[in-house]
């Protein structure tokens, strides 16, 4: 069976750090993967999409760069981490838009 | 026009009731539904997919679809306190590359 793993689970950084999210998928091939971030109380918001490997479309300009080095693995990254960088960011995978997403547990981040 | 509304809530529903939940799509194309349910601090979670015009039951979720109104609902019948979380509605976009958009999400509390 397919899973998705996001790591880490929770993050603290200080305004200026760096930063490297990794998301990880098993038992599937060549998926579409997904970068979003919640911000509190609000809706979710696509960062970042990609249909394979090295291939990278960007839904919103900002301080945040992904890549994905390898068909399973998805890196979500700055150089420079901004207050309002902070959220819950989600990676998710699919097979296709009309089979839905799943969604890793997420990682919540707080830029102080 | 978003591309999917739904009502943000606060939905107050008695246990035991059936909470009824709606979303409306504006891209006359889509082919696929989807619900999710998202708990506080967690990650969505899908719990529907419909395809076709009517109803669809699993348990005590029913999905309903009505392409030509653009209109697809969720349906809880015998409400738990388990059921309180914020339901998201996910529409394919067709107009791009594989992606689906989502809801702003309702929030839904079951009152014992």
């Known amino acids: 069976s397919q899973t998705i793993h996001q790591w880490p689970a929770t993050l603290v950084q200080p305004v200026g750090s760096p930063l490297s999210l990794e998301c990880t998928v098993e038992?599937?091939?060549?998926?579409?993967l997904y970068w979003y971030r919640q911000a509190a109380g609000r809706g979710l918001q696509l960062l970042f999409y990609?249909?394979?490997?090295?291939?990278i479309s960007s839904e919103v300009p900002q301080n945040l760069s992904a890549s994905r080095p390898q068909d399973r693995q998805f890196i979500l990254s700055s150089k420079k981490l901004l207050l309002s960088d902070s959220g819950f960011y989600l990676c998710?995978?699919?097979?296709?838009?009309?089979?839905?997403?799943?969604f890793g547990s997420g990682t919540r981040l707080t830029v102080v | 026009q978003k591309e999917v509304e739904q009502n943000s809530g606060p939905l107050s529903v008695p246990e035991g009731a059936i909470a009824s939940l709606n979303c409306t799509y504006s891209?006359?194309?889509?082919?696929?539904f989807f619900w999710y349910r998202q708990y506080s601090g967690k990650s969505p979670e899908l719990i529907m997919s419909?395809?076709?015009?009517g109803d669809k039951e699993d348990g005590r979720f029913t999905a309903q679809l009505n392409k030509a109104s653009q209109y697809v609902s969720l349906l809880i019948r015998d409400s738990q306190p388990s059921d309180s979380a914020t339901y998201l509605c996910?529409?394919?976009?067709?107009?791009?590359?594989?992606?689906?958009?989502f809801g702003s999400g309702t929030r839904l509390s079951i009152r014992p």
């Open positions: 990609s249909v394979g490997i090295g291939q």
């Open positions: 996910a529409v394919p976009t067709y107009s791009s590359a594989s992606k689906i958009i």
């Open positions: 419909i395809y076709s015009n």
């Open positions: 891209d006359r194309g889509s082919q696929s």
């Open positions: 998710a995978w699919s097979v296709g838009r009309d089979y839905g997403y799943t």
């Open positions: 038992g599937t091939s060549n998926p579409n």
